[in-house]
């Protein structure tokens, strides 16, 4: 997000499972493309200012790669999808560009189909259905309600033993946490990782800040003034954030029990955004509202052991909300799909 004080893009978190709209962000940036194409001149703006963005082409391409590195050419793709998925014309998009593209073919199950209809051959090669799995995409898994039963966490389990290529691993999908980012701002922490003191800066320079909750003197400061900072727990999905006057009375109320409860906790500096006025469109219903907007920056990342295979940004996700919501999801209902336009 653009911090309205100091103007610098700061992170608000890093997520490694089911990101989500890369297909339908890139055809909406199409559209408000061709808009400006035919209506721009009346509206003063320039249909070249809204870059192009790849995210689509890129992700499959990204999960093409991980196929072919799993040398089966009669293995699938398998995109894991929660039971009352909404969100599924983005995954079809995905799908079909997969097909089309590159003639690899996908499948969709969820856990529990997992469970009932996979196996583990000796080889490790995963079947599900009769039919062998290359890559395990997660577009589910990331919440506690998908994992109604042992029968989710068998598939879960059943897939991390075998050979498929898992997008992501229990290890990144660990790694996208936020107490993972919160560790990651402690000093010397990047330097383990990275080497040039030029890009540690510059990372730096991005990290909002964020404290555990082992830091009393932040804790007495969050619970005095609770406005100036947002309480996340590790979890996924939106609408899981404690703002404002909240955040002081879930800081009370660990403190008085006296429990580990409080390590699911990180405490993050609230950013508060350049405001915008914009024409939003959500359920058919054209409005003007207060807004702030946030930028995510996709990226894939392909190895097998030590040989890094791929590395590279894929596009990019503009969310916007109205001012006055504090949580950010479009599928969670609180934002609407939106394109960067370069001033």
């Known amino acids: 997000m653009l911090d309205e004080q100091t103007k610098l893009l700061l992170q608000i978190e890093t997520n490694t499972i089911s990101c989500s709209f890369p297909g339908l962000g890139c055809l909406v940036s199409d559209l408000h493309r061709s808009l400006l194409n035919h209506y721009?001149?009346?509206?003063?703006?320039?249909?070249?200012?809204?870059?192009?963005?790849?995210?689509?082409?890129?992700?499959?391409?990204?999960?093409?790669?991980?196929?072919?590195?799993?040398?089966?050419?009669?293995?699938?793709?398998?995109?894991?999808?929660?039971?009352?998925?909404?969100?599924?014309?983005?995954?079809h998009w995905l799908s079909a560009l997969l097909k089309e593209i590159h003639n690899v073919s996908t499948l969709r199950k969820t856990l529990a189909e997992i469970d009932a209809e996979g196996e583990l051959l000796p080889d490790g090669t995963l079947v599900v259905g009769g039919q062998a799995i290359a890559v395990v995409y997660f577009r589910a898994g990331y919440t506690p309600n998908d994992y109604p039963s042992e029968s989710e966490w068998r598939a879960r389990l059943l897939m991390e033993q075998s050979s498929a290529i898992k997008c992501p691993s229990i290890s990144y999908h660990l790694a996208g946490t936020k107490k993972i980012q919160q560790e990651l701002?402690?000093?010397?922490?990047?330097?383990?990782?990275?080497?040039?003191?030029?890009?540690?800066?510059?990372?730096?320079?991005?990290?909002?800040?964020?404290?555990?909750?082992?830091?009393?003197?932040?804790?007495?400061?969050?619970?005095?003034?609770?406005?100036?900072?947002?309480?996340?727990?590790?979890?996924?999905?939106?609408?899981?954030?404690?703002?404002?006057?909240?955040?002081?009375?879930?800081?009370?109320?660990?403190?008085?029990?006296?429990?580990?409860?409080?390590?699911?906790?990180?405490?993050?500096?609230?950013?508060?955004?350049?405001?915008?006025?914009?024409?939003?469109?959500?359920?058919?219903?054209?409005?003007?509202?207060?807004?702030?907007?946030?930028?995510?920056?996709y990226g894939a990342y392909l190895r097998n052991k030590e040989r890094v295979i791929l590395n590279d940004q894929c596009g990019y996700l503009m969310r916007t909300k109205a001012a006055s919501s504090d949580e950010g999801g479009v599928a969670a209902g609180f934002a609407v799909l939106d394109s960067l336009y370069l001033t």
Not at 40 to 49: T, W
Not at 199 to 228: H, T
């Open 185 to 297: 701002v402690k000093p010397n922490v990047l330097e383990r990782f990275v080497d040039n003191k030029e890009d540690i800066a510059k990372l730096r320079k991005c990290f909002a800040g964020l404290w555990s909750l082992d830091d009393s003197d932040i804790v007495k400061d969050a619970i005095e003034r609770p406005g100036l900072y947002v309480m996340k727990p590790q979890r996924e999905g939106g609408g899981n954030n404690i703002y404002g006057n909240d955040v002081k009375e879930a800081l009370m109320r660990l403190q008085k029990e006296g429990s580990e409860a409080d390590a699911a906790y990180i405490l993050m500096q609230r950013i508060f955004p350049t405001v915008s006025r914009t024409f939003l469109m959500r359920n058919g219903i054209c409005y003007k509202d207060d807004t702030v907007s946030e930028l995510g920056i």
């Open 40 to 91: 721009g001149e009346f509206l003063g703006l320039d249909s070249k200012r809204v870059p192009n963005n790849p995210a689509a082409s890129q992700f499959v391409e990204a999960l093409a790669n991980a196929w072919t590195e799993y040398n089966n050419p009669r293995a699938v793709v398998m995109l894991v999808v929660q039971a009352d998925e909404r969100n599924m014309y983005d995954q």
